[in-house]
Each structure stands twice: as C-alpha cells, then as structure tokens.
C-alpha cells in the first residue's frame, strides 16, 4: 500500500511565502516524476511544477520565478517553495508522483493541502 501525503498549507498575506511538502510511503521501488497541482474554485486541476528523479524541473508560466521546486529522492520528499504570493494563487493544492511498486505502476495523488492567500 502506497500513501502521498501533503502537508505545509495555510493563510498567508499576499506577498508572503509557504513552503508545501509531500511525502510518499509504503511498498515502493521506485518513483519517477513527482509533482504539485492546484485546483482554485470553480476551476479545472492545473500543475504547478514537476520534477523527475533526476531533478530536472518545470514549472507553470504562472508561478515561473515565484516557486521551486525540489525533492529529496533518499526522504522520497518533494518539495514546493512558493515566495511573493498572490491571491490567485489560492487553490487547494495536491501532491503527485509516478510511483512504481512490485505489482504496478501508477499515479498517486495526495489529499490536497489548501493554500490561501488574502490579507
């Protein structure tokens, strides 16, 4: 069994910073991309950034220069670094990562962490 948990959401002011984690556990062998999404009411499920096992990283036009992301493979930790917040960038927030274990591989999505970002 397989578990993605998020965790480092919150109110922030605008302008402020967040730091969201995501850990997986369980019965793996391997994980290859890992990544953050965020949903915002009324809106569709975007990604925010994506990071492979190698550490090559991407990230949305939208937070370019604003977030980073990074992971820690031997914690099997991601990370995402959100500084200058905006409002719109309020969403709940959730944790991917591509996840091979001795059955199978697939998809695993966290929770969801809710980030909100008003004064």
Same mark, same amino acid.
């Given at each position: =069994?397989? =578990? !993605?948990?998020?965790?480092?959401?919150?109110?922030?002011?605008?302008?402020?910073?967040?730091?969201?984690?995501?850990?997986?556990?369980?019965?793996?062998?391997?994980?290859?991309?890992?990544?953050?999404?965020?949903?915002?009411?009324?809106? =569709?499920?975007?990604? !925010?950034?994506?990071?492979?096992?190698?550490?090559?990283?991407?990230?949305?036009?939208? !937070?370019?220069?604003?977030?980073?992301?990074?992971?820690?493979?031997?914690?099997?930790?991601?990370?995402? =670094?959100m500084n200058s917040l905006k409002a719109e960038d309020t969403a709940v927030y959730y944790c991917n990562a591509?996840i091979l274990t001795r059955v199978s591989r697939g998809d695993y999505w966290g929770q969801g962490t809710q980030?909100?970002?008003?004064?």
């Open positions: =069994q397989v =578990q !993605v948990v998020e965790s480092g959401g919150g109110l922030v002011q605008p302008g402020g910073s967040l730091r969201l984690s995501c850990a997986a556990s369980g019965a793996i062998v391997s994980i290859y991309d890992m990544g953050w999404y965020r949903q915002a009411p009324g809106k =569709q499920r975007e990604v !925010v950034a994506v990071i492979t096992s190698g550490g090559s990283a991407n990230s949305a036009d939208s !937070v370019k220069g604003r977030c980073t992301i990074s992971r820690n493979n031997a914690k099997k930790t991601v990370y995402l =670094q591509q980030v909100t970002v008003s004064s």
